[in-house]
């Protein structure tokens, strides 16, 4: 049958044209998939990069564009890691990062356990409680803040419910104390189900052979969940951080739209404050080279923890 | 014969762990449902203490249902005398629903404009970043490639970096090119973002197309551009459908390039909805329309790819 088809193909094409595709290579052919890739991404990313390095070294801004900017060497970068300031925007990161990782981590597990006793309906129940992740950050958190609401929210109206204080007696997004735990309340509820589905992937890739084994050998349940489960899911669960983790290292939209950064700069996360000191300041200069320590840091993190990854998966 | 498995979870487990995510799954729909309702309460309803819950019902925690937010969303409205009210009957049923506040619809808000350009940047950018992505997804699965592994990882590292520090230097490109604020500009930067998705996830589907199609078409006489089209991409064709729906969900959703580079003309919904003004503030009941309407679509089309959301989620790194 694909015979006749490429009889067909062939004698509809027309020789001409024929003659001049035969006569590129594989190599050729290659190339021509994918340098345009590479073209669009040299152009929209690696040169924006270039860029942004060169102005880490003046002292540019984009609003003056009359003003001839100043070559000041290292002098953006010196600022920077000696401003206090910045270090709490770090803090301020670590914090949202740890337990983020921490409570999804936690809760993903668990669910993704409970999702693989294989109950009835397990599948439509799993699609529901992925639904939160593929929606708009900066969407979820705008209909968060309105959840967060003192008074008039619903998730005050429910925690006063169950603890019988009063749901104008605090503000999630306005106290210094509570904020920083209303983001990390927000982004669980939204990347849990990606911990989880990676999770249940990686239970479900453990094959029954290795329980059976360990049945006839008449190992405990409890010995079992900590000799097979957990080490034959690590590699899933930690591939699932790495993506948490990166992905919230480079957070803005939910905590820009929940928050803003306040209240004062409790949550102002390192994103947020970038984009401060480039669009709002106008020190482009000194942004820059704040932006190219974060991507230096994100990079560096994530090598060494593909490399710990990669240990893992070799065990 | 699963059910003489010992590895079967027992029918109390079962239970039990059924129990739980049912739980959780409807714990975590709660803000959903919510913003849903809130779309089609009045204004008053909206924020009135304690919450209203029940559609239709006359008691405390009941509200009637009305489209007041969804047509205050797609609307701008002024205030008028009551003369000009007395004197001009209302036109349809949406001026009726404003007249209760004494106001008229003086014409289309920007909500419709914003959408549109959501749905222009996103198709636009799908579609290129998935042709393209294809191509090369294709010869990364198929050639020897000086270097392959390493293209590979840079194309997966330009996701690393954080969207603020690209916008900066996007920027000042885009101001010195003329393509600030344009359609082109956001739908070529969308498709350099989403270009590392489709790559990675595409060579994923390639890969698992057994090679000897290919190798007996090209023996039937294909050139290589013929077999790629004829036999590979039919048979890519379920992999090439939900890249292009990861593809076109992350454009649809993403907010700080649109707030950064766009203020007007080529400005998409998310940084819009948060922004829309009722009488004395926030207007709630529009923005839970306009999140409604916003991400309708969005969970769709992820009841549409649970099978595949996986793949998607973690760049083909994990396969079910």
């Known amino acids: 049958m694909s015979d006749k088809t490429a009889d067909r193909v062939a004698a509809a094409t027309p020789t001409h044209v024929a003659r001049k595709i035969r006569g590129l290579s594989d190599r050729a052919i290659a190339w021509i998939f994918v340098a345009p890739t590479i073209f669009l991404l040299l152009a929209v990313n690696i040169f924006p990069l270039i860029w942004t390095v060169r102005l880490s070294f003046t002292d540019y801004k984009a609003n003056r564009i009359n003003r001839e900017p100043e070559w000041i060497g290292l002098r953006n970068y010196e600022r920077i890691l000696t401003d206090s300031d910045i270090w709490l925007n770090m803090q301020a990161t670590a914090h949202f990062l740890f337990w983020t990782i921490f409570f999804q981590v936690l809760i993903g597990f668990t669910l993704a356990w409970l999702i693989n006793k294989k109950f009835k309906g397990n599948d439509l129940w799993t699609t529901i409680i992925v639904l939160p992740m593929m929606l708009s950050p900066a969407v979820v958190g705008n209909f968060w803040k309105f959840l967060y609401q003192p008074q008039i929210g619903l998730f005050n109206y429910i925690i006063a419910f169950f603890t019988g204080k009063d749901p104008s007696s605090f503000e999630m997004l306005g106290s210094v104390d509570l904020a920083p735990w209303s983001i990390v309340i927000v982004d669980t509820w939204m990347w849990t189900p990606f911990v989880m589905l990676i999770c249940l992937a990686g239970l479900r890739s453990i094959p029954d052979y290795i329980y059976e084994a360990a049945e006839i050998d008449r190992a405990s349940k409890l010995r079992q969940f900590f000799t097979i489960t957990i080490p034959m899911v690590l590699p899933f669960l930690m591939l699932a951080v790495l993506f948490r983790g990166i992905e919230n290292f480079k957070m803005f939209d939910l905590v820009v739209q929940l928050t803003g950064g306040g209240p004062g700069s409790t949550t102002e996360l390192t994103s947020i404050n970038l984009k401060r000191e480039a669009f709002e300041k106008w020190r482009t200069g000194y942004a820059s080279a704040y932006a190219i320590i974060l991507f230096v840091t994100v990079f560096g993190l994530a090598s060494i923890y593909v490399k710990a990854l990669n240990k893992v998966k070799e065990r | ?320």
Not at chain 2, 240 to 255: D, G, Q, R, V
Not at chain 2, 290 to 300: A, K, N, R, S, Y
Request: charged residues 15%; glycine residues 6%; neutral net charge.
């Open chain 2, 1 to 320: 014969m699963s059910s003489f498995s010992i590895t079967e979870p027992s029918n109390r487990t079962k239970w039990f762990a059924g129990t739980l995510v049912i739980a959780y799954a409807l714990i975590t729909m709660m803000p959903l449902v919510w913003i849903g309702l809130t779309g089609f309460k009045s204004p008053a309803d909206a924020i009135s203490y304690p919450p209203k819950y029940i559609i239709g019902s006359d008691s405390e925690a009941g509200f009637q249902p009305t489209l007041e937010g969804y047509v205050n969303l797609f609307t701008t409205r002024t205030r008028q005398t009551e003369e000009f009210l007395a004197n001009n009957p209302p036109k349809n049923w949406a001026d009726e629903i404003v007249r209760q506040y004494d106001m008229v619809i003086v014409g289309p808000s920007k909500f419709g404009e914003r959408f549109l350009n959501s749905v222009i940047i996103g198709f636009g950018s799908t579609f290129l970043s998935v042709f393209l992505g294809t191509l090369a997804a294709y010869a990364f699965s198929r050639f020897k490639i000086p270097l392959a592994d390493d293209l590979l990882f840079f194309i997966l590292s330009t996701r690393m970096m954080p969207p603020i520090a690209v916008a900066i230097p996007i920027f000042l490109m885009y101001r010195n090119l003329g393509l600030s604020d344009t359609h082109l500009g956001m739908i070529l930067l969308y498709t350099a973002v989403n270009i590392s998705l489709a790559v990675w996830l595409l060579k994923g589907f390639i890969d698992e197309i057994p090679r000897e199609y290919e190798e007996a078409a090209l023996i039937d006489g294909y050139t290589r551009f013929q077999a790629f089209y004829k036999v590979v991409l039919p048979q890519a064709a379920t992999g090439i459908a939900s890249t292009a729906i990861f593809c076109l969900i992350f454009a649809w959703n993403e907010y700080a390039f649109a707030v950064l580079l766009t203020t007007a003309n080529a400005q998409t919904a998310p940084p819009f909805i948060p922004t829309i003004i009722g009488i004395g503030g926030l207007d709630w009941p529009a923005i839970a329309a306009g999140v409604t309407i916003f991400v309708l679509p969005v969970m769709i089309f992820t009841i549409l790819l649970r099978k595949h959301l996986l793949r998607g989620i973690t760049f083909g790194a994990v396969r079910k």
